[in-house]
């Protein structure tokens, strides 16, 4: 070594530097690739992503032939600046030069690489990779034994390296994901995707019309109150029954019986009447409360039907399901902007007390607790035990809130704080 000029030698040195930091860079541009983008691109014939993809597919390998190479450079950068911190200072020089060394290695081939490695992955993983691929068919029998007992240590602690291989999200995380595409995603569509995600857990009862909000016709109503809701109703599809919401005949599909008031220039009570009505009835059909909303709309599609009445579990009407709630429930308003949910500039938000709690996690992406009460004036009387009076402020699942409106039976509007 005393023979070799020192110009070779820190030519070598920086050689080994620059093989350090490809090393450390690389690694953590393969170990940060998204796997989903790589998958991406692999169905799209991307050859560096094909190769980086099957490097991926057993991790300690890769690893272990990453780490291989970066000891060994590192150690023989090592190495050599000790021979030439001693032909330059002697002894005193080992000191010196081992304290550069380790200043040049962090930076230089540390840090640096490694954090435009985590900025830009694709940058340094894809041509790794056509490094990387012959190296490991070249090392493969060290590699393979380093694996061998890295590996065997693991398994004392119940790790297997290959139980591990494949990246999978659970639905909250993807709801997340979904969650936090706003500067490519427009919010109404992004609601539409988390709809469909959370469409496993949600039932019809969290989408029902409620019993007390139930448009029907009362048949034991006089003729001409029954023919002027006949004609005034925003509804396609009306329930009627007898007295009560619980003594349903049937629905009535008010295309059918309109058709028949129509159909001369003026008409009077006589030109239709209540067995018409009752003639042109569709059977009721029941629904638990607690089916979920899929299996609801296979049920509709199967029986060529569009709405039925929500049971509980005695039997009694809790409210209407039409197959228009279902899709709503499932992908949101898309026409038009939410009415009942108003958010404001400084980050807080005006609700109205019907909207349902899933709705609202949908709009907002809280994670209020779905499982009791379906209603946003229904979690929060379930919260105080008792209807709060106006004004109140409560913390409620850490977000605070102030009840801005109500009646003698419920809370109708509330205000959401900015956090």
């Known amino acids: 070594m005393n023979d070799i000029p020192l110009s070779i030698l820190f030519s070598v040195l920086a050689a080994l530097l620059v093989l350090s930091a490809f090393f450390s860079g690389s690694e953590t541009a393969l170990m940060t690739l998204n796997r989903y983008r790589l998958q991406h691109l692999v169905k799209q014939g991307h050859k560096s992503a094909k190769k980086a993809q099957r490097l991926l597919k057993r991790p300690d390998r890769l690893l272990g032939l990453i780490l291989l190479g970066n000891n060994f450079v590192n150690i023989l950068a090592s190495s050599l600046a000790t021979i030439i911190g001693m032909r330059l200072m002697g002894d005193e020089g080992i000191a010196l030069a081992a304290g550069i060394l380790t200043l040049v290695v962090l930076i230089f081939s540390e840090v640096a690489p490694k954090t435009l490695a985590a900025l830009r992955p694709e940058i340094l ?15 493969y029998p060290i590699v393979c034994f380093v694996n061998l007992i890295a590996n065997g240590l693991l398994r004392i602690f119940g790790i297997k390296a290959s139980e591990h291989n494949h ?3 659970n639905k909250d995380e993807l709801k997340s994901i979904v969650a936090e595409t706003d500067s490519i995603m427009p919010d109404r569509y992004k609601n539409i995707l988390l709809g469909i995600i959370d469409l496993e857990n949600a039932t019809v009862e969290d989408i029902m019309t409620p019993r007390n909000e139930i448009i029907g016709i009362n048949i034991e109503d006089p003729l001409d109150e029954i023919i002027s809701q006949l004609k005034s109703s925003p509804h396609t599809r009306l329930p009627v029954y007898k007295e009560s919401i619980d003594r349903v005949i049937g629905f009535l599909h008010l295309r059918t019986i309109l058709t028949q008031l129509f159909n001369t220039e003026s008409f009077t009570k006589q030109d239709i009447t209540k ?11 029941f629904i638990p409360e607690t089916t979920p909303l899929h299996k609801q709309i296979q049920s509709f599609n199967v029986d060529k039907l569009r709405i039925g009445l929500v049971v509980d579990e005695y039997g009694d009407v809790q409210g209407l399901v039409s197959m228009d709630d279902l899709l709503q429930g499932i992908v949101g308003e898309i026409m038009t902007e939410e009415a009942d949910v108003r958010k404001y500039s400084d980050g807080s938000y005006l609700v109205d007390g019907s909207v349902t709690i899933r709705e609202l996690n949908r709009i907002t992406h809280w994670n209020l607790p779905t499982e009791g009460p379906k209603t946003i004036n ?36 509330v205000k959401f704080l900015p956090d």
């Open 167 to 169: 990246v999978t999200l």
């Open 275 to 285: 067995q018409d009505i009752t003639n042109n009835l569709i059977t009721p059909i």
């Open 125 to 139: 993983a894809f041509p790794a990779s056509w490094v990387y691929t012959p190296l490991l068919k070249i090392f």
């Open 378 to 413: 229904g979690l929060i009387i379930e919260f105080l035990e008792t209807i709060p009076q106006i004004g109140t402020n409560l913390i409620l699942h850490d977000h605070h809130l102030e009840i801005i409106s109500r009646n003698k039976h419920a809370i109708t509007q």
